[in-house]
């Protein structure tokens, strides 16, 4: 009964929009599987204690394939709540016993995972993943709730360091003139990202500033844009991680009517073992927001840095996903070919 109350709790906090002031900790769960309700919380897990993953919210692409271990490569997809109207299938998420379930208000569908898991007595960790700078406090609190404390806190400071970093960064090239980046989304460049959204958060992490001036209420992103929105805004880069996207940008020419395009300012991210901007906004970008830096301010980044971003690539998959990577991988990684990506996700 008692179990039952604090997960009515946990809905009531979520629900009123208190649980982002107000989390409590984490139920401890030293042993069992975990569910993740949504990529944001999965990865976290797969960071932090990948053997206690519970299930997938969906099948790995194929590039996951290059460095996750079979483990979890062959875990079962139970679903999660993530937009679109996706949910879980209930009754695969019971059949897998979790000890604990982790939800998050990171992304959409928060409230209505935790009333489904509330409802069939899964033990809930609400896990405040709103912003990058939630990393530390994150890896700490659900290292600890799943007794891997000792490894929760090397990635806490790992990811604090690197927040350091970023913010020296900013702070270097605030006094230059104001470098505005596009963010091409789906099939055709033409949906993107308003300022303040979590999916484009690598941008004012880094200093640079979104060339769209837009709102959007809503968590999902991918606003629709005209082309002659992107024209007007004039962008000094152009990044995306979508395939057509980028095919779009190299071959359609209106496209060659944008400075950045014509000065080669146009960035394809890297997304090994997945993306690492957002979809979902995981703890990638924390080698994500190097990774952009090092492209948009290559004098700054290795002012503050001082490591070349192969070198930092290579700690950081060793660190997060414990997948050492030589040199020449670390390379093929961060220079992916868009071919490789025919589809938008």
């Not at 790992?158 to 090239?173: F, I, N, P, S």
Request: proline share 8%; with cysteine.
């Amino acid at each position: 009964m008692r179990r039952w109350i604090v997960a009515l709790l946990l809905w009531a906090l979520a629900a009123t929009g208190a649980w982002a002031q107000t989390a409590p900790a984490c139920p401890a769960a030293p042993t069992g599987p975990v569910y993740g309700s949504s990529p944001v919380n999965n990865y976290l897990l797969l960071a932090l204690a990948p053997e206690r993953m519970a299930g997938l919210n969906f099948p790995w692409s194929r590039q996951a394939a290059q460095i996750l271990p079979k483990s979890v490569l062959d875990l079962p997809v139970l679903g999660g709540w993530f937009g679109q109207g996706k949910t879980a299938n209930l009754e695969q998420v019971l059949r897998v016993r979790p000890a604990l379930a982790l939800v998050s208000g990171a992304t959409v569908g928060a409230q209505a995972s935790a009333q489904a898991l509330s409802r069939v007595g899964i033990a809930l960790c609400p896990v405040k993943l709103d912003t990058l700078s939630d990393y530390p406090a994150a890896f700490r609190q659900v290292g600890a709730a799943l007794n891997v404390a000792a490894r929760g806190d090397a990635l806490a400071t790992a990811a604090q360091t690197t927040l350091g970093d970023l913010a020296a960064l900013r702070a270097k090239v605030a006094a230059s003139k104001p470098v505005r980046i596009y963010v091409a989304e789906g099939e055709d460049g033409l949906a993107s990202e308003c300022p303040g959204s979590i999916h484009a958060e690598v941008i004012d992490l880094i200093g640079a500033h979104n060339a769209l001036r837009c709102t959007d209420s809503s968590r999902f992103g991918m606003v629709r844009v005209s082309f002659e929105q992107i024209l007007a805004a004039d962008p000094d880069w152009i990044l995306t991680q979508d395939g057509p996207a980028m095919r779009a940008i190299q071959t359609e020419p209106r496209w060659k009517l944008l400075r950045a395009v014509r000065d080669g300012h146009v960035l394809f991210a890297p997304q090994v073992p997945f993306r690492w901007i957002d979809r979902p906004p995981s703890f990638m970008r924390l080698i994500a927001a190097p990774w952009l830096a090092s492209q948009v301010f290559p004098e700054a980044y290795r002012a503050v840095f001082q490591r070349p971003i192969t070198a930092l690539t290579q700690d950081f998959f060793a660190l997060y996903l414990q997948h050492p990577l030589s040199a020449a991988q670390a390379q093929s990684i961060l220079h992916p070919n868009p071919a490789d990506y025919p589809t938008k996700y």
